[in-house]
Nanobody
Framework: VQLQASGGGLVQAGDSLRLSCAAS????????IAWFRQPPGKEREFVAG????????RFSDFARGRFTISGDHTKNTWHLQMNNLNREDTAVYYC????????????????????WGPGTLVTVSS
C-alpha cells in the first residue's frame, strides 16, 4: 500500500488550500483514510478521517467548521479542503490508512494506522 499527499505550500492567513491523497496497492472501500499533521516542534495530531465504507467523517476540534474531507475510493483519491487557515495550521500534513476496518470511534487513533505517506508541508504566514 502506498500513499502520497500533495498540495501543500505557502499561503497567507485566511487563505484556503486543498490537499490531495493518492493511494494504491489495494482497494479502500472498507478502510479509513485519515489526515494527520505535525506542527513544528510538536507531536503529530489527528486532523480528519473518512470511512469509505459508509462515508462517515470525523474532525478534530480545530478542523471542525473550517476543514472538509472528501474522497472516492473507486478513484483512490481523497482531499482535505482547508479554509480560513491560520498560523497554527502550519505543519507537515500526512494521509494514512489502516489495515483494519476501523469503527468510527477509532478513526482518530493514530496507533491504528499502519500505512503512511510522506507528508506535504503547509506554511501559513500572517
Amino acid at each position: 500500500v502506498q500513499l502520497q499527499a500533495s498540495g501543500g505550500g505557502l499561503v497567507q492567513a485566511g487563505d484556503s488550500l486543498r490537499l490531495s491523497c493518492a493511494a494504491s496497492g489495494r482497494t479502500f472501500r472498507d478502510y479509513p483514510i485519515a489526515w494527520f499533521r505535525q506542527p513544528p516542534g510538536k507531536e503529530r495530531e489527528f486532523v480528519a478521517g473518512f470511512r469509505n465504507g459508509n462515508g462517515s467523517k470525523r474532525f478534530s476540534d480545530f478542523a471542525r467548521g473550517r476543514f472538509t474531507i472528501s474522497g472516492d475510493h473507486t478513484k483512490n483519491t481523497w482531499h482535505l479542503q482547508m479554509n480560513n487557515l491560520n498560523r497554527e495550521d502550519t505543519a507537515v500534513y500526512y494521509c494514512a490508512t489502516s489495515s483494519l476496518r476501523l469503527p468510527f470511534g477509532l478513526i482518530a487513533d493514530e496507533t491504528r494506522y499502519d500505512y503512511w505517506g510522506p507528508g506535504t508541508l503547509v506554511t501559513v504566514s500572517s
